[in-house]
């Protein structure tokens, strides 16, 4: 199930990419990131809510708290680049670059979190970085 959820999550980052681009064409890249931040966060303190679990923030510790904000703001920081990247870049090679965080989580899923990185997570690693510099060159 985990294989569906993860295209899911492709098809719909690069229809974010394809919906930015003709987003910010006439407003700041930081505005357009508030707005999109905004849909998002409705949409899912909605889904929490409707789907009964918003009692359990009661039940959230301290680690996971420090956890969950260090990783909001990486994300924000993330969406921040992202949509300043699309402003000025052509989405055809902005979002493959971007594409370079995979290479980065496999380094750091190898190095913090101790998970196997087996000779074919190399591999795949290695292509997606030679794509992403592909695409830095002109």
Known sequence: MWKIYAL???????????FVKLGVKNVDSNLATAIRTTVILLI???IVVVSGHFAEI????????????LSGIATGLSWLFYFKALQMGDVSRVAPIDKLSVVI???????????PVTP???????FIALGSIIMILK
């Open 8 to 18: 899911l999550s492709a098809v719909f980052a690069a229809l974010t990419a394809i």
């Open 44 to 46: 899912t303190w909605g």
């Open 120 to 126: 074919r997570v190399w591999i795949g690693g290695a």
């Open 58 to 69: 009661k039940v959230i510790n301290r680690n996971t708290w420090f956890f969950l904000l």
């Open 105 to 115: 989580t496999i380094l750091l899923s190898f190095l913090i979190l101790k998970e």
